[in-house]
């Protein structure tokens, strides 16, 4: 069976700042300051780097998403801090409903 390498986003992200946005690090810092970042910091800092994508580029990438029990509970959370319904934290996190309400059954 092979092992893994953890994958150091970290690094990645400082040197795509430092190499091709240096006008971004400062945007940037407070997430990279994190020991590790989960789904969610890294699609927050991908965004600030790159920008939004287009409709095509976001449909292709949605398909690859994966989120870790952390980054879920913290969509969770999140819904059930601002009072939103299922449709509204899927828009706020352009996610599936479903995916949602999934999750929710899964967790609570």
């Not at 970290?10 to 789904?39: Q, W």
Request: hydrophobic share 30%; proline share 3%; aromatic share 10%.
């Amino acid at each position: 069976m092979k092992k893994s390498i953890p994958v150091n986003y970290n690094r990645i992200y400082r040197d795509i700042i430092t190499k091709k946005f240096p006008e971004k690090a400062e945007s940037c810092e407070k997430l990279l300051t994190n020991k590790s970042l989960s789904a969610l910091d890294i699609i927050e800092i991908n965004e600030k780097i790159f920008g939004k994508p287009d409709q095509e580029t976001f449909h292709d990438n949605q398909q690859l998403r994966s989120y870790t029990k952390s980054s879920i509970l913290k969509i969770l959370d999140y819904q059930k801090k601002h009072n939103l319904s299922n449709m509204k934290t899927a828009e706020h996190f352009r996610l599936s409903r479903n995916s949602i309400s999934k999750w929710k059954k899964q967790f609570y």
